[in-house]
Structures are given as C-alpha cells and as structure tokens.
C-alpha cells in the first residue's frame, strides 16, 4: 500500500513537472511572466527602437530640425540605467539633417505607463554630446537643442511598447514598478 502510494505520488509529482515545462516552453522565455515580472533584453529593446528610426524633430520654435538615427542600446553590466546612444544630424543654419552632424549619449531609468503600455525615459541624463559642425563642443545652442529634444522625447517617446501577446499573459494584474537589474529591463507586477 505504502508502494503504492509512493508511486502514486511520484506521478502525480512528474504529471505536474511535465505539465510546468510544457507550458513554459510555449511561451517567449524573454517575456514570460514569471514570479511576479516581465523582463526585456537590451536586443529586444534595440529591435523596436529600429522600427521607429530616423526620427525628426522641430527645435527651437521651429528654426533647426533635430534628426535622430541610428539608435543603440546597451546595459552594461551593474548597471541600473539603460545607455542610449543616438547619432544627430541637424536641419537649418546651413546645414543637413539627412547625414550625422555628431553623436549623443544618454543615460535614462525608465518608467510604465499603463495607458499606452509602454516604457518610457525616467530622468534622462545626457552624458556626452560630439558636434563637430558646431566646433566640436556643446555650445549654447547645441544644448538648447538636446536639452529640448530629450525633454520631449522622455515625454512622449516611448522606448519600448509592450505587444499585444505579453499584455494577454499580464491579464488584470498591475504593474507595481519598472528597473533595471542584470542587464535587463524588469517590469515587477502585484502579488
């Protein structure tokens, strides 16, 4: 009887292992919903910031068009802040938006807003800025513009929007905070 209940239960034990493992393997590991999270690669962050570049942007009333191309994106190891590298081009004052005119990085944490269902830049830190066509150094109006542009894109812009699959796996749960921990971005959800 003892055997029996023994073997009863190692089944019941390796149904339910099965059971586990099979559903796991049907979802997207990257995105599955697990313990409460939802987490994202800096590759799966890059690939949707491909989709939605080069982007152009009026600065200054109006006077220079700001062009933003060739995004990337890296978490570099310890780190709690996504690294956002853009190259810039600038349109008006004699010049072409259609080429870089420098280089930027960023620095950002990154919040959820659930009416878009999206992430978006939290306190963007500009770390460095290379413009070579305003004489190499950030002057005032080379400030001016990046300070606007990344005002308005931390704003507005999300860097990641969640897909309609991984919403479904979120169901009714809420999103209790966003961060970034070993080189991924976390979305940690209620209990």
């Given amino acids: 009887m003892i055997a029996r209940r023994r073997t009863l239960l190692r089944a019941a034990l390796l149904l339910a292992t099965t059971a586990t493992l099979a559903a796991c393997g049907t979802?997207?590991?990257?995105k599955a919903v697990l313990l409460n999270q939802v987490s994202f690669t800096p590759a799966q962050l890059q690939a949707q910031l491909d989709k939605h570049y080069p982007r152009q942007y009026d600065q200054l009333g109006g006077l220079v068009t700001l062009s933003v191309?060739?995004?990337?994106?890296?978490?570099?190891p310890d780190s709690t802040r996504l690294h956002l590298?853009?190259?810039i081009g600038i349109e008006g004052l004699g010049m072409r938006s259609d080429r870089p005119a420098g280089h930027i990085a960023l620095t950002s944490g990154l919040r959820y807003d659930p009416r878009s269902n999206a992430l978006y830049m939290e306190e963007p830190t500009l770390e460095s800025a290379e413009l070579p066509l305003l004489g190499g150094r950030m002057n005032a109006t080379g400030r001016d513009l990046i300070n606007g542009w990344l005002r308005d894109y931390a704003r507005a812009e999300p860097v990641y929007r969640?897909?309609?699959?991984?919403?479904?796996?979120?169901?009714?749960?809420?999103?209790?905070?966003t961060l970034i921990r070993n080189q991924r971005v976390v979305i940690e959800l209620d209990r």
């Fill in 27 to 30: 979802l997207d590991t990257a």
């Fill in 69 to 76: 191309m060739n995004p990337q994106v890296a978490i570099p």
């Fill in 85 to 87: 590298d853009f190259d």
């Fill in 162 to 177: 969640l897909d309609a699959e991984t919403r479904e796996k979120l169901g009714e749960r809420r999103i209790a905070g």
